[in-house]
């Protein structure tokens, strides 16, 4: 140890720490700032001399708070126990993103570029770990480098996978190819498991430099083609929270069926009110009716929504697996809920002809589509119409008499519904929102759970009028929160990077195209774009590369605004019944109503969006392997048959081409593209022939064939059916002979 002790030190965040925890401790501030100002690693009891910590229960709470922070990747503890500043000994923390080859990338948390870990680190660790690296240099292809120094948290407590038996030994070799070291079973722990099937295994002993994961399996799913697997392979190689755990079900258990009428009391009773809910054909769910009128000044909108908050409190079983879960997740023919079924399709659901709670956003909208003002209010109502968008669209845009007359009760305020969305929609269309054309698609499956067709979803004014709906009741409730300076989950939307702004401003000129607003275009800019291609032939081309130009949206109590929406204020109101954000954002509304202080702090506002964004993020991708390996499955009738097809992807080692009528992505991979050398050019999203000056572009209709799909990898390739014509009048590129690429 040190002989120079360090000085007393103040924290300058005790105020703070003290109105959050009833026995605060020193804040993460105080410990960077000491030991930033020390310019030295110091002990355990060097910093808890200078921080004033003192007795056992603080010393605790304080060693707790190291190790946070010691994961986090804020310190690092050397082997002579000494705490340090990771960025001072330079050290890099983040996540490890694994490769099927063996080796990987550490993705930074500060942002800065991505660390190369070659297969020799990449032993002791797995994909998912968050680690703390030392970049080392440059690798053979100039990228950065580095050497795993230690282990933060492991990704990776439990593995899908297939159970494999050899040489009296068994194996779990992971349906995730970026966990590259398959699972090694002792003898006894493969619970009765028979070679191929799918199993999980949990990993009793993580791998290190020197011995791979040990593991046991502790479920055997079944077959690995059984109908249905591909979700069940999903929802645990996700970690997706899908078993209700104890407690949950029996508080949701506790409530009945119907409202009770004290709950009823003190609300605004809306029960004659002709609210209906407008949704798809399939749902079960439904978090929102609508009900519109004329008040003389304009529109006189009604959002009602479920209010989960009044059976899902704070704290409860309900709220933390609510919270674990963040959302509900969709498969094809399956869901997982985010609440209980007794909630979610029950006593939450706002079903027809039954009593319900409900939290209304009022707003008044004017002729030109301003909402003038607004209201939240708790209410009680009564659904008077369950209504698809098939139905409405029958009503409203085809005018079905049969129909018309079946719902003549409710017309007048569907009509005023339809005129005040095509009021509504103008009026975001003035303002410059971002409105991407792209397909989307819906599978129908036979009855042994396999896909029959895939179909294009047809959005109609029905879609549209309820979304429009939905936006100004989140718009109302961003507003409302503002005003009120509440830390709540606001839904954001961060326009293009510097580097994204440069190459999508390179690609547009190439095609004679530019993009307004110089170095901070805004969504209108976008939209004027949208508009003025909408009839040319490489539009689709066109809004694929507008919409990779932008971020993803996340939640934040950092509201920066929405870009592509183009509102300054959002957030998400509309479904508590299937995103945790909305359910904080009814509890945060209440408490305004009530006059009460929120019961939300901003670092906690920030962890949430942090972790709902990563919920959502691990459902669309749970979703979309789900859907891909069923396209693959579907795939395997069709291998040797010829689509037209257009290319969705270029990358430097072949084009992604989805088919025209099937709605299915595969592979053309360079090699089978012709006897050429091909370059590929990313600014252009193009690979381009160097002898026949053949393009490969973004957009491009090809004519292909199914040479062969993988089940395992989720994989189809193609490959061309007709070649593709060269540039028209672009001379051949010149240059020193190379290899030559053969079929």
């Known amino acids: 140890m040190s002989t120079r002790k360090p000085r007393s030190f103040h924290d300058p965040m005790a105020n703070r720490e003290a109105t959050r925890y009833e026995f605060p401790v020193p804040s993460r501030e105080a410990v960077l700032t000491l030991l930033g100002e020390q310019g ?263 959002v009602a929504i479920a209010d989960v908050s009044h059976y899902v409190r704070p704290g409860s079983a309900l709220d933390r697996e609510a919270h674990a879960r963040g959302n509900s997740v969709y498969f094809p023919r399956q869901v997982i809920p985010m609440l209980p079924e007794a909630l979610s399709n029950g006593l939450c659901s706002i079903n027809p002809q039954v009593d319900r709670l409900c939290m209304v956003c009022e707003a008044h909208i004017s002729p030109s589509g301003v909402i003038r003002d607004y209201r939240f209010f708790e209410g009680v109502m009564n659904s008077k119409a369950r209504l698809t968008y098939t139905k409405v669209a029958a009503i409203l845009v085809d005018r079905d008499e049969e129909l018309r007359a079946e719902y003549a009760a409710l017309l007048p305020q569907l009509e005023e519904l339809h005129r005040l969305f095509h009021v509504l929609h103008d009026a975001r269309l003035k303002r410059g929102a971002v409105d991407f054309d792209l397909p989307e698609t819906r599978i129908v499956f036979d009855e042994h759970r396999k896909i029959r ?67 901070e275009p805004q969504a209108q800019h976008y939209a004027r774009l949208i508009n003025a291609v909408e009839k040319r032939s490489d539009a689709r ?69 942090r972790h709902c964004s990563l919920t959502e993020r691990r459902a669309d991708e749970a979703t979309r392997e789900v859907v891909r390996w069923l396209k693959c499955e579907y795939m395997m009738d069709h291998v040797g048959a010829e689509f037209d097809g257009i290319i969705s992807g270029v990358t430097e080692f072949g084009v992604f081409v989805e088919l025209t009528e099937l709605y299915v992505d595969g592979l053309v991979h360079i090699t089978a593209l012709g006897n050429d050398y091909f370059h590929f050019d990313p600014k252009q999203h193009r690979l381009l022939g160097d002898r026949t000056r053949v393009s490969f572009r973004l957009g491009d209709k090809l004519r292909v064939r199914v040479a062969r799909v993988s089940l395992d990898d989720m994989k189809i390739d193609f490959e061309l059916a007709e070649q593709p014509k060269a540039l028209a009048g672009a001379p051949a590129r010149r240059g020193p002979k190379k290899r030559r690429v053969r079929r």
């Open 541 to 609: 081309l066109i809004h694929t590369v507008l919409l990779r130009s932008l971020s993803q949206a996340m939640y934040s109590p950092d509201n920066i605004g929405h870009f592509a929406l183009g509102y300054p204020n959002y957030t998400h109101f509309t479904s508590p019944i299937r995103r945790y954000p909305d359910l904080v954002v009814h509890r945060s509304i209440k408490d305004i109503l009530a006059g009460r202080t929120s019961t939300i702090s901003t670092d906690q506002a920030m962890e949430l969006g």
């Open 453 to 519: 067709k895939i179909l294009p979803v047809e959005r109609n004014d029905a879609h549209r009028l309820i979304e429009e709906c939905m936006l100004a009741a989140n718009v109302c409730a961003a507003e409302l929160l503002k005003k009120h300076k509440v830390p709540a989950p606001y839904r954001i939307h961060e326009g293009p990077t510097p580097d994204k702004l440069s190459n999508l401003r390179e690609f547009l000129t190439e095609l004679g195209l530019s993009l307004g607003g110089g170095d």
């Open 40 to 302: 030295r690693p110091l002990d355990y009891d060097e910093i808890t001399t200078a921080l004033g910590v003192e007795g056992e229960r603080d010393r605790d709470a304080f060693g707790r708070r190291l190790r946070a922070m010691e994961r986090d990747g804020q310190l690092l503890r050397n082997r002579r126990g000494l705490y340090g500043l990771a960025q001072k000994m330079d050290m890099v923390s983040g996540r490890v993103t694994g490769h099927p080859d063996g080796f990987g990338f550490l993705i930074p948390d500060d942002g800065s570029p991505d660390l190369f870990l070659s297969p020799r680190e990449m032993r002791g660790v797995l994909h998912r770990d968050r680690v703390m690296a030392r970049e080392v240099g440059k690798d053979a292809r100039g990228r950065r480098e580095g050497t795993v120094v230690e282990v933060l948290e492991r990704g990776n407590k439990t593995v899908v996978g297939r159970y494999v038996r050899a040489d009296q030994m068994g194996f779990v070799v992971p349906e995730d190819r970026r966990l590259a070291q398959d699972i090694v079973l002792p003898s006894g722990q493969a619970l009765d498991a028979r070679d191929g099937q799918i199993v999980v295994a949990e990993i009793t002993a993580q791998p290190t430099r020197r011995t791979g994961p040990v593991g046991r399996v502790i479920e055997v799913l079944g077959e690995h083609l059984a109908p249905g697997m591909e979700i069940e392979v999903a929802i645990r190689k996700h970690a997706i929270p899908h078993v209700w755990p104890d407690g949950v079900e029996e508080e949701a258990g506790r409530f009945t069926p119907e409202v009770p009428a004290d709950a009823k009391q003190g609300r605004v009773d809306l029960r004659e009110v002709p609210l209906v809910t407008i949704d798809g054909e399939d749902a079960r769910d439904f978090d929102d009716a609508v009900f519109c009128e004329r008040d003389g000044k304009g529109w006189r909108l009604l």
